[in-house]
Each structure stands twice: as structure tokens, then as C-alpha cells.
């Protein structure tokens, strides 16, 4: 039997465990979370015997739809890693999903219980409509169906005088901001209403009508 470096332990233990857990998926509870200032975010994960180290780097912590919580069970998908010099391993997390949760839906508990907290939706801060609006304002795509139906219920309804279309993106991305920006300049026109809307799809489809950003705007 030959002897080995710590170095050279290091290097090989390295080799064997990245090789062998290049992907992993495992169920956990988060504790002990830390949001690092480059992005990263640092966390254990344990079950009722165990814990391990892991972390998501900001890419990919970037694009979780829900916030990461002390004692929250999730399913994590990533790849077991060795930090050579001090012999310590952990699991890099290319995604993180909520353990009987779909992430959307919890993102979307979480945003309405944190501006519920905050008054959002308390009686007081809501506006009573008028019953015959002459100048409304409509924030949605050009391009799509929805603005057709809302054009006609707005006329049927109330015979109004002036209608201004805001064209604005629904989906992806730079939805919300697009949305924010609309808003913000048609608050500046006296409107008598003021509507957001698009047509129906998915959760995913419909995310920018649930983003932080358009709720403050709003």
C-alpha cells in the first residue's frame, strides 16, 4: 500500500464523486439559507438524520419563480461537487422545485400573503368605479384577441366617448415592465378607468399579471 498526499486523497475522492453523482435529484428541508451578495445562495439541506451542503448559483437562482424559506421542502436537481482544498462536497442546484408544490403557485401564495400583510388589498384603498366612465383606458396587446372583446363590452356597455389602447407585451419577460410603463403614463391622463387585461392560457402564460412589479404599479 502506497501513501498518498492529502492533495492526491483530495484529487481522487474529487474524480470518483463528481463522476458518479453528476446528476442527482433529492428531497429535502431548506435551513440555514443564505443569499450572498454576488447572487449565489447558500443553504443545508436535511432530512430527520442528515444534512448536506448545497448551493444554486445567481444564474440559476435567477430564475426561480419562488423564495427560498427556512424549513420549506423542496426537490432539488443538481450535481455533487468536491471543493478540493478543504475536502468538503456539496450539491450545485441547477433547479430547485417546492416538494408537493407547483412553483408557481406557491410564488404566488407567497407575493399575495407578503402585499396582504403590507395592505394591498384592504377595503379602504379600494376606488368606487363610475357608472358611466366617458374616457377609459385599455392596457393590452394590439395584436390580440382580448382587446377585441374588451372594445366591444366597453361600447355596449358604456356608449363611451373615448377609448385610448395601450399596446403593451402580455408574455415573457419584459411583460410586467412593459406593463408598468403603461400604466405609469396612462395615470397621468385623467382616466375615468383604467384596465389591464390579455385572453386566457396557462399559469406560466399569465405570470406578468402576478408579478410584484405590476401590483405596486397598480
Known amino acids: 500500500m502506497y501513501t498518498l498526499s492529502v492533495s492526491s486523497l483530495n484529487e481522487q475522492i ?34 430527520e438524520n442528515s444534512t448536506v451542503k448545497a448551493v444554486i448559483f445567481k444564474a440559476n437562482a435567477a430564475k426561480l419563480k419562488f423564495q427560498l424559506q427556512e424549513g420549506l421542502k423542496v426537490v432539488l436537481d443538481g ?24 412553483a408557481l403557485a406557491l410564488a404566488f401564495e407567497q407575493l399575495k400573503n407578503k402585499l396582504s400583510s403590507q395592505g394591498y388589498f384592504e377595503v379602504s384603498r379600494k376606488k368606487q368605479l363610475l357608472k358611466f366612465p366617458k374616457k377609459i383606458a385599455l392596457i393590452t396587446s394590439a395584436t390580440g384577441a382580448a382587446l377585441q372583446d374588451m372594445l366591444r363590452v366597453a361600447q355596449n356597455r358604456y356608449r363611451v ?58
Not at 410586467?176 to 378607468?193: E, N
Request: charged share 20%; hydrophobic share 40%.
Open 79 to 102: 450535481a455533487v461537487t468536491l471543493y478540493k482544498p478543504r475536502g468538503e462536497y456539496q450539491i450545485n442546484c441547477f433547479t430547485i422545485q417546492p416538494s408537493g408544490h407547483g
Open 14 to 47: 474529487k474524480t470518483l464523486l463528481e463522476s458518479t453523482f453528476e446528476r442527482v435529484i433529492v428531497e429535502g428541508e431548506l435551513s440555514r439559507i443564505t443569499f450572498h451578495n454576488s447572487g449565489h445562495v447558500y443553504f443545508t439541506l436535511k432530512d
Open 161 to 218: 366617448l373615448e377609448i385610448d389602447i395601450y399596446d403593451v407585451l402580455v408574455q415573457g419577460e419584459n411583460a410586467a415592465p412593459s406593463i408598468v410603463k403603461a400604466l405609469s403614463l396612462a395615470d397621468t391622463k385623467g382616466y375615468d378607468i383604467i384596465v389591464i387585461g390579455r385572453g386566457g392560457g396557462s399559469m406560466e402564460d399569465l405570470w406578468a399579471f402576478n408579478e410584484e412589479s405590476v401590483a405596486d404599479a397598480i
